[in-house]
């Protein structure tokens, strides 16, 4: 097992760097997770959210003071001078969504059933505006259908009117798939963060030994030794697996310990396991990558695109649902998107008979395929490198 010690010692020498390496990237997905798990729905009653506009009514009478006031449970009014350049300033600097002009002779026109007009100006194609713009049709169209079925209504009885059938009103609650709590939240928006952090991880650390291992002189010299190839290949091997258990335990025992009041579920069992079956897969990544890339700039170039572009099409930075179908199709040929298709399957369990997590298994025994299909292509690489040595 001399290889397997000389991997261990050289990673030892570098516990340092690799520490640097661990705690940054852990806790990014800490920070990210804690992030996502803040924004994301829970169960809540829905609040709408006023829209602020200007109101400008040259039109003093019961009637505009009532949908005034009834507005005010929609919008926001802001104070801003009846002067055009004041008002083109406050829709260009956003500081209002719409200018809501009521002219003068408005309330007369509408109450004797002419054909009365708002003036409107607003900021083109805001979808803000849809909800005032649904008020004041809803406001208007009503009022206009008094107008025209009780001969002499006063002004007065017609807001009364508006106000009492405008006054109901309707809770939303929102509801999330399953019942995931926030902790569990937290853990699976973690262990999809996972797929980065980790496989950056292990990339970077790898790279240490196989610049060493890859030196012309170093790898002639270890031809001519009584170790066969094959053994230094599996202790090589080995050693890679031993890195990157350390890393992957390093990271969950943190993770846990950061929402270690929020209790320990099974969900949270499958996450660990899941990210296990995953670390597995990035070991054998991380030994193809190493044994293809020469230059320690090579394989930092080389961990961003694969890191990075594997997690943003995967469904770890940006969830699955809300990626095309043509992309995920795309993803679906890297273990990260069946790693985190895995993960969100099991975050949205409350059973955990064998049909409930069945699909689960599946997930992950594609996820080993893809490890295993990594460490071969590595051996081959391996081979040929030899050949050509």
Not at 20 to 44: E, G, K
Not at 96 to 107: D, Q
Not at 199 to 209: A, E, R
Request: aromatic share 12%; glycine share 6%.
């Amino acid at each position: 097992m001399q290889v397997f010690k000389l991997c261990l010692k050289i990673l030892y020498k570098n516990k340092g760097l690799m520490l640097i390496y661990i705690v940054i990237f852990l806790a990014i997905s800490i920070i990210m997770s804690l992030t996502a798990a803040n924004d994301s729905p829970t169960d809540a009653l829905f609040n709408p959210v006023k829209t602020t506009i200007a109101f400008i009514s040259e039109d003093d009478t019961p009637l505009i003071n009532g949908f005034k006031e009834e507005l005010a449970r929609v919008a926001d009014f802001a104070d801003i001078p009846d002067e055009t350049e004041a008002l083109q300033d406050a829709l260009f600097f956003r500081q209002v969504s719409c200018i809501l002009r009521i002219p003068a002779g408005f309330t007369a026109e509408f109450m004797n059933g002419g054909n009365a007009r708002l003036e409107k100006m607003s900021i083109p194609n805001s979808v803000k505006n849809v909800h005032i713009d649904l008020f004041i049709d809803n406001y208007f169209n009503t009022a206009g259908i008094y107008v025209q079925n009780m001969d002499g209504i006063t002004q007065q009885e017609l807001v009364t009117y508006l106000k009492k059938d405008l006054s109901g009103t309707a809770s939303v609650e929102m509801k999330t798939n399953g019942k995931k709590t926030s902790n569990l939240t937290f853990l699976n928006y973690f262990f999809n963060y996972f797929a980065y952090s980790l496989l950056s991880i292990i990339i970077l650390g790898m790279s240490t030994l196989t610049l060493i291992f890859n030196d012309r002189d170093l790898k002639m010299r270890n031809n001519c030794s009584p170790v066969s190839s094959n053994s230094m290949s599996m202790q090589f091997i080995l050693a890679s697996l031993a890195f990157t258990f350390i890393s992957w335990l390093i990271m969950v025992i943190l993770c846990l310990l950061v929402k270690s009041g929020s209790g320990f579920s099974v969900n949270t069992v499958f996450l660990i396991i899941s990210s296990f079956v995953f670390a597995f897969c990035c070991s054998g990544i991380s030994f193809l990558i190493g044994n293809l890339v020469k230059s320690r700039d090579a394989i930092t170039a080389v961990t961003n695109v694969v890191a990075l572009g594997m997690s943003f099409i995967s469904g770890v930075f940006v969830p699955q649902e809300f990626i095309g179908s043509s992309v995920l199709k795309i993803a679906s040929f890297t273990p990260a998107y069946w790693y985190v298709k895995a993960n969100n399957t099991i975050a949205g369990l409350n059973a955990f008979t064998f049909d409930a997590i069945k699909p689960v298994l599946y997930d992950l025994l594609i996820v080993i395929g893809f490890g295993l299909a990594f460490f071969s292509v590595s051996l081959a690489v391996r081979k040929r490198n030899r050949s050509f040595a």
